[in-house]
């Protein structure tokens, strides 16, 4: 007959003390607890002992060290799951105080860009210690890789960076255009940002290429964005770096590699000045052409940025060429007549030709902001893929240079206040940058409440295909947004 289980007394769990024996017979006799239900898969005798127990103060050191164990081992798991975890796009993982942000607010800083790969790769140069150059400079080279149709090592740069340490505006330009040979201009990339993060940067300067070269020997997925101008161009000039064997565009999703453009990178990480970090990638594109050499290298500036006081603080944008005086000087007429902004989408502007153009933005809590945008001029630029480095020329030459794809945009509230907050704004794909960054500026400065007297409730808007990036440090947290909403993937930590 099988024994009947009776109820299990436990014994209040004590940490272990040296006591007399007569002690621990008195304790033992008046110390009982309640009945709890018994476990059904532990041995027990007809009294309802545990079989096999060990009596006194033996078993509860034996209790304190279990129990130690497994409070150790949970501590060790969180620890784990916690830093393994990953974090989707545009996502916010809840902060160790339990309190979390909506999408696109950070603690520390953010990057937003065109490609989620790019994004992504800013976020971890910012992990690393990097700071927001390091993190636009490292995506821009990603761009150059995965999205070729907007941006790369043939394109032009313009770049407005703000200093929160100092309250320093510096603009970045790639100087005049050149021409390498007739229809394809001088690349100025390498040598344009290689100075920037030269001046401004943190982490060492091959770091940065690190991940950009991988993506271009290893391969990278074609997105959407780079398939859908794959379809619309086709693929004259530019197989088979990005067409299947049949000569078909690459769709969404398929792999597409560059090793000719990761041996550049890598030369270019070794180069130990700025002058020298595109001259390996000139000689060969001279040799592809049968030049003798171009007749003097591209001339990149860093040069303070052009300034407008404003009543919420002062505004800063890149010099000409650049769209940065048209726009301060949309701004000063309409912040003079207090009249409407002006339409980012006029007819004429509707049918001008939309230039090939790509931005970026990153953004740290303290308020340092770095703004860039480049372009090919065209979708694909001039369609000439160098067959010795992997690179699309552009066809930007002088009478096409007049940059009105590029007028970054920082509103910081006060230069005596360290902590004021700073607005950057970016646009690219449209012909109309500069009245969508105006309007969008004048929207912002009117307020919420201005805005509802005045029945003027419309959000910011493009013309076209363009976007508008935007960033902010406020309240000590970075912010990052986009119109239209969700085009551009953002990161942060």
């Known amino acids: 007959m099988e024994p009947t289980a009776g109820p299990v007394h436990y014994q209040k769990l004590l940490l272990w003390e040296p006591r007399s024996e007569s002690e621990e017979e008195e304790e033992e006799e008046e110390e009982t607890a309640e009945p709890l239900v018994p476990n059904p898969w532990r041995p027990q005798d007809s009294s309802g002992n545990n079989v096999g127990g060990l009596p006194g103060?033996?078993?509860r050191l034996v209790a304190a060290l279990l129990l130690l164990a497994v409070g150790f081992?949970?501590?060790?798991?969180?620890?784990?799951?916690?830093?393994?975890?990953?974090?989707?796009?545009?996502s916010v993982a809840p902060l160790p105080s339990g309190h979390s942000h909506r999408p696109g607010v950070y603690h520390h800083g953010a990057i937003i860009s065109p490609a989620a790969t790019c994004s992504h790769l800013g976020r971890e140069l910012l992990v690393a210690g990097g700071n927001v150059v390091d993190a636009g400079v490292g995506a821009a080279l990603c761009l150059a890789v995965v999205h070729p149709h907007a941006t790369g090592l043939g394109a032009m740069f313009w770049g407005l960076f703000h200093n929160s340490s100092s309250g320093n505006s510096i603009a970045l330009t790639s100087?005049?255009?050149q021409i390498l040979a007739p229809g394809l201009g001088l690349p100025s990339a390498l040598p344009t940002l290689r100075l920037l993060h030269t001046r401004f940067g943190r982490l060492p300067w091959p770091r940065l290429l690190v991940g950009p070269t991988m993506l271009a020997q290893e391969g990278f997925l074609v997105d959407t964005t780079l398939a859908r101008a794959?379809?619309?161009?086709?693929?004259?000039?530019?197989c088979p770096l990005l067409c299947h064997t049949d000569g078909t565009p690459l769709g969404p999703g398929a792999r597409a590699t560059n090793p000719k453009l990761a041996a550049v990178l890598h030369?270019?990480?070794?180069?130990?000045?700025?002058?020298?970090a595109g001259e390996a990638l000139l000689n060969l594109l001279a040799r592809d052409l049968g030049l003798e050499g171009p007749s003097a290298g591209p001339r990149p500036t860093l040069e303070p940025a052009l300034?407008?006081?404003?009543p919420q603080g002062i505004l800063f944008t890149t010099p000409s060429p650049s769209a940065g005086p048209e726009l301060l000087a949309l701004l000063k007429a309409a912040l003079h007549s207090g009249g409407p902004s002006p339409d980012p989408c006029p007819p004429l502007l509707q049918a001008t030709v939309t230039p090939g153009s790509s931005a970026l933005a990153t953004v740290d809590s303290s308020g340092s902001v770095l703004l860039l945008?480049?372009?090919?001029n065209s979708s694909f630029g001039s369609g000439h893929l160098s067959p010795s480095t992997g690179v699309l020329l552009s066809n930007l030459v002088a009478k096409s240079a007049t940059s009105a794809w590029a007028c970054p945009l920082i509103l910081r509230g006060s230069l005596d206040d360290t902590e004021a907050d700073v607005l950057g704004l970016v646009a690219s794909g449209t012909p109309a940058v500069a009245r969508v960054t105006t309007r969008t500026l004048l929207s912002h400065l009117a307020g919420p409440q201005t805005q509802a007297q005045q029945g003027r409730t419309e959000s910011p808007s493009v013309c076209g295909q363009g976007t508008l990036l935007q960033v902010a440090a406020h309240a000590e947290h970075a912010h990052v947004s986009s119109v239209p909403n969700g085009c551009c993937p953002f990161q942060g930590f």
């Open 267 to 276: 030369k270019a990480a070794l180069a130990p000045t700025p002058d020298l």
């Open 73 to 90: 081992s949970l501590a060790v798991w969180q620890l784990h799951t916690r830093g393994g975890s990953s974090e989707p796009l545009g």
């Open 373 to 376: 945008t480049s372009s090919l």
């Open 307 to 310: 300034q407008l006081p404003v």
């Open 230 to 238: 794959l379809a619309a161009q086709g693929t004259k000039g530019l």
């Open 175 to 177: 100087g005049p255009a």
């Open 57 to 59: 103060a033996w078993a």
